[in-house]
Protein backbone atom coordinates (compact mmCIF):
# COMPACT_ATOMS: atom_id res chain seq x y z
CA UNK A 1 0.00 0.00 0.00
CA UNK A 2 1.53 3.60 -1.06
CA UNK A 3 1.72 5.79 2.15
CA UNK A 4 2.80 9.47 2.18
CA UNK A 5 5.04 11.27 4.44
CA UNK A 6 4.78 15.19 4.71
CA UNK A 7 8.05 16.86 5.91
CA UNK A 8 9.21 20.49 5.93
CA UNK A 9 6.74 22.08 7.82
CA UNK A 10 8.02 24.49 11.19
CA UNK A 11 7.58 28.11 12.61
CA UNK A 12 8.17 31.08 10.75
CA UNK A 13 7.26 34.73 11.15
CA UNK A 14 4.55 36.52 8.93
CA UNK A 15 5.99 37.28 5.59
CA UNK A 16 8.26 34.30 5.45
CA UNK A 17 8.21 31.36 3.26
CA UNK A 18 8.52 27.71 3.39
CA UNK A 19 8.15 24.54 1.47
CA UNK A 20 6.07 21.35 2.24
CA UNK A 21 6.97 18.12 1.03
CA UNK A 22 5.07 15.06 0.52
CA UNK A 23 7.06 11.89 -0.53
CA UNK A 24 5.47 8.61 -1.54
CA UNK A 25 6.47 5.24 -0.89
CA UNK A 26 6.09 4.03 -4.03
CA UNK A 27 6.61 4.68 -8.12
CA UNK A 28 2.95 4.84 -8.81
CA UNK A 29 3.05 8.22 -7.46
CA UNK A 30 2.34 9.17 -10.94
CA UNK A 31 -0.69 7.68 -11.70
CA UNK A 32 -2.44 9.70 -8.55
CA UNK A 33 -3.65 12.73 -8.48
CA UNK A 34 -2.26 14.89 -5.33
CA UNK A 35 -3.58 17.61 -3.25
CA UNK A 36 -2.65 19.79 -0.18
CA UNK A 37 -5.39 20.12 2.44
CA UNK A 38 -5.02 22.58 5.31
CA UNK A 39 -6.50 22.41 9.23
CA UNK A 40 -6.39 25.02 11.46
CA UNK A 41 -6.71 25.10 14.94
CA UNK A 42 -10.50 23.71 16.12
CA UNK A 43 -11.32 24.11 12.30
CA UNK A 44 -11.94 21.36 9.75
CA UNK A 45 -9.43 20.60 7.23
CA UNK A 46 -9.80 22.52 3.91
CA UNK A 47 -8.66 22.62 0.37
CA UNK A 48 -5.35 24.15 -1.07
CA UNK A 49 -4.27 23.03 -3.99
CA UNK A 50 -4.46 20.27 -6.18
CA UNK A 51 -2.46 18.62 -9.08
CA UNK A 52 -3.62 16.03 -11.16
CA UNK A 53 -2.23 13.13 -12.76
CA UNK A 54 -2.80 14.47 -16.17
CA UNK A 55 -1.68 17.90 -15.20
CA UNK A 56 -3.84 20.52 -13.97
CA UNK A 57 -3.31 22.40 -11.21
CA UNK A 58 -6.39 24.37 -9.25
CA UNK A 59 -5.94 26.65 -6.09
CA UNK A 60 -8.23 27.84 -3.44
CA UNK A 61 -8.87 31.39 -3.77
CA UNK A 62 -7.54 31.92 0.17
CA UNK A 63 -4.01 31.10 -1.38
CA UNK A 64 -4.30 34.41 -3.35
CA UNK A 65 -0.93 33.62 -5.69
CA UNK A 66 0.89 33.10 -2.54
CA UNK A 67 1.21 29.56 -3.30
CA UNK A 68 2.32 26.93 -6.06
CA UNK A 69 2.11 23.65 -5.62
CA UNK A 70 4.57 20.87 -8.14
CA UNK A 71 5.20 17.73 -8.27
CA UNK A 72 8.25 15.72 -9.55
CA UNK A 73 7.20 11.91 -10.38
CA UNK A 74 10.45 11.07 -10.87
CA UNK A 75 10.99 11.34 -6.73
CA UNK A 76 7.90 10.58 -5.76
CA UNK A 77 6.96 14.03 -4.29
CA UNK A 78 4.14 16.74 -4.54
CA UNK A 79 6.01 20.24 -3.19
CA UNK A 80 3.95 23.47 -1.83
CA UNK A 81 5.45 26.07 -1.96
CA UNK A 82 4.11 28.74 0.32
CA UNK A 83 5.32 32.37 0.31
CA UNK A 84 4.72 35.69 2.26
CA UNK A 85 2.91 33.41 5.10
CA UNK A 86 0.37 34.82 7.33
CA UNK A 87 -0.47 34.20 10.83
CA UNK A 88 -3.33 32.71 9.26
CA UNK A 89 -1.83 29.92 7.11
CA UNK A 90 -1.10 28.20 10.72
CA UNK A 91 -2.16 24.63 11.42
CA UNK A 92 -1.24 21.16 9.98
CA UNK A 93 -1.11 20.62 6.36
CA UNK A 94 -1.85 17.02 5.16
CA UNK A 95 -1.73 15.64 1.48
CA UNK A 96 -3.88 13.45 -0.36
CA UNK A 97 -3.68 11.31 -3.21
CA UNK A 98 -6.74 9.91 -4.95
CA UNK A 99 -6.57 7.03 -7.52
CA UNK A 100 -8.53 3.98 -7.34
CA UNK A 101 -8.28 4.69 -3.69
CA UNK A 102 -8.19 7.75 -1.11
CA UNK A 103 -4.40 7.90 0.89
CA UNK A 104 -3.22 10.58 3.63
CA UNK A 105 -0.37 11.71 4.83
CA UNK A 106 0.06 11.93 8.71
CA UNK A 107 0.20 15.96 8.65
CA UNK A 108 3.20 18.46 9.08
CA UNK A 109 2.67 21.52 11.40
CA UNK A 110 2.80 25.17 10.22
CA UNK A 111 3.49 28.08 12.88
CA UNK A 112 3.19 31.78 11.43
CA UNK A 113 3.24 33.89 14.14
CA UNK A 114 3.01 37.82 13.60
Known amino acids: QVRLVESGGGSVQAGESLRLSCTASSAIFRVYSMSWYHQAPGSRREFVAA???????TYANSTEGRFIISRDNAKNTLYLQMNNLKPEDTGVYYC????????WGQGTQVTVSS
Open 96 to 103: RGTSVREI
Open 51 to 57: FTSTGVI
